[in-house]
């Protein structure tokens, strides 16, 4: 099944704990990318990827960083988590970077930062 | 002011009613709309997609483009309760060429309830 997957689906840290959400595809799409979803303000980019080693930053970078080592994988790190990246999380993938090409979105990480 | 502005909701209709869900915004220049729908605990996926002014049909669902008002609408037909969910606009601006990447805009999303 052509899908997106994110891990862990919930998690609760503390401030300062470093963590990463894993992202992968099996579509073999070269864009991908991080969104955050935060109530009453809709999705807001993080980092997206257009293919392997290009990864530039979106509307909200500070305090994440990312990585496309692989095609399929974009991990996004939080090395110091603080409470305001407290927020539900989501991964996205297309064929190409380019407008005609649907985004489809993994489940989510809903991420609490105590 | 937000480049986008969306209503919450929630809006809770009875199932087989139509449903009139809407976004305003601001940027003149916006050609690429887009409905999306997110089901609960779950990541948002594309339902419609029209550029420029106009309507657009896909079995239940019209979308409908007012350029001229800046203002985009989803009608649903013959509700469902398998239509309750968030559903959220977005757009493109014209701020890149056709083929880099571009970069969405979003309304915050308006909560559907269809009771039966």
């Known amino acids: 099944e052509a899908q997106v997957t994110q891990n862990p689906r919930y998690l609760i840290t503390v401030t300062g704990k470093k963590l990463t959400v894993t992202c992968s595809q099996n579509m073999n799409h070269e864009y991908m990318s991080w969104y955050r979803q935060d109530p009453g303000l809709g999705l807001r980019q993080i980092y997206y990827s257009m293919n392997v080693e290009v990864t530039d930053k979106g509307d909200v970078p500070e305090g994440y960083k990312v990585s496309r080592k692989e095609k399929r994988n974009f991990p996004l790190i939080l090395e110091s988590p603080s409470p305001n990246q407290t927020s539900l999380y989501f991964c996205?993938?297309?064929?190409?970077?380019?407008?005609?090409?649907?985004?489809?979105f993994g489940p989510g990480t809903r991420l609490t930062v105590l | 002011q937000k480049e986008v502005e969306q209503d919450p909701g929630p809006l809770s209709v009875p199932e087989g009613a139509i449903v009139s869900l809407n976004c305003t915004y601001s940027n003149s220049a916006f050609q690429y709309f887009m409905w999306y729908r997110q089901y609960s605990r779950k990541g948002p996926e594309l339902l419609m997609y029209t550029y420029s002014s106009g309507n657009k049909e896909d079995g239940r669902f019209t979308a409908q483009v007012d350029k001229s008002s800046k203002y985009i609408s989803l009608f649903i037909r013959d509700s469902q309760p398998s239509d309750s969910a968030t559903y959220l606009c977005a757009m493109i601006p014209p701020t890149r060429g056709a083929d880099s990447n571009y970069q969405l805009i979003w309304g915050a999303g308006t909560k559907l309830i269809i009771k039966p």
């Open positions: 996205a993938s297309s064929l190409r970077g380019d407008r005609n090409n649907e985004q489809f």
